[in-house]
T-cell receptor, first 112, second 114 residues
Framework: GNSVTQMEGPVTLSEEAFLTINCTYT??????LFWYVQYPGEGLQLLLK?????DKGSNKGFEATYRKETTSFHLEKGSVQVSDSAVYFC???????????FGSGTRLLVRP | DAGVIQSPRHEVTEMGQEVTLRCKPI?????LFWYRQTMMRGLELLIY????????DSGMPEDRFSAKMPNASFSTLKIQPSEPRDSAVYFC????????????FGPGTRLTVL
């Protein structure tokens, strides 16, 4: 079946450090891939997405590239800020089902 | 648009009581999802609707849980009777095929069952 695997957290970084959060997936066909972010006390918000192989999603300095050959969608940011502290969820969906399959989430803590 | 609206934001109740959580999706969205989030189990999809019709309720934990969508602008998730293990944050989300399946989440309802 379809599934998403994320690196376990928490990930603790100093401000301005480089961030990578790994995400790999198992799916049939060609899913769409997403990164959602959850700030403390809030619901999830879409951070970025990619709908086909080799697409790069980007938003707020974050990037992720849809790699079909490695079934990966790693999240990166060149210089994190304290305000990036949150939980990040990788997810996939197929248009045929409309269900989002979420990873377990990775907590990021950025220290000043 | 005001986004997905959920009420109440916090609910504290005693074991055995009925709990009703409410959701208003974004206008024009034809999919509505109910999720539960706990530390132990993460984010779980409970049920989702398309055009007010339940499509997949395989995530509903047991018969104590029920969900309805009487019209395109309102849905409820009911727990009767509630138990302490139901304590969690419950999220509602909505989406539209026109938006590439991006799901928009509400702020959640934090439920505590004593």
């Amino acid at each position: 079946g379809n599934s998403v695997t994320q690196m376990e957290g928490p990930v603790t970084l100093s401000e301005e450090a480089f961030l990578t959060i790994n995400c790999t997936y198992t799916a049939t066909g060609y899913p769409s891939l997403f990164w959602y972010v959850q700030y403390p006390g809030e619901g999830l918000q879409l951070l970025l997405k990619a709908t086909k192989a080799d697409d790069k999603g980007s938003n707020k300095g974050f990037e992720a590239t849809y790699r079909k050959e490695t079934t990966s969608f790693h999240l990166e940011k060149g210089s994190v800020q304290v305000s990036d502290s949150a939980v990040y969820f990788c997810a996939l969906t197929h248009l045929s089902s409309y269900k989002l399959i979420f990873g377990s989430g990775t907590r990021l803590l950025v220290r000043p | 648009d005001a986004g997905v609206i959920q009420s109440p934001r916090h609910e504290v109740t005693e074991m055995g009581q009925e709990v009703t959580l409410r959701c208003k999706p974004i206008s024009g969205h034809d999919y509505l999802f109910w999720y539960r989030q706990t530390m132990m189990r993460g984010l779980e999809l409970l049920i989702y609707f398309n055009n007010n019709v339940p499509i997949d309720d395989s995530g509903m934990p047991e018969d104590r849980f029920s969900a309805k969508m009487p019209n395109a602008s309102f849905s409820t998730l009911k727990i009767q009777p509630s138990e302490p293990r139901d304590s969690a944050v419950y999220f509602c989300a909505s989406s539209s095929l026109r938006a590439d399946n991006e799901q928009f989440f509400g702020p959640g309802t934090r439920l505590t069952v004593l």
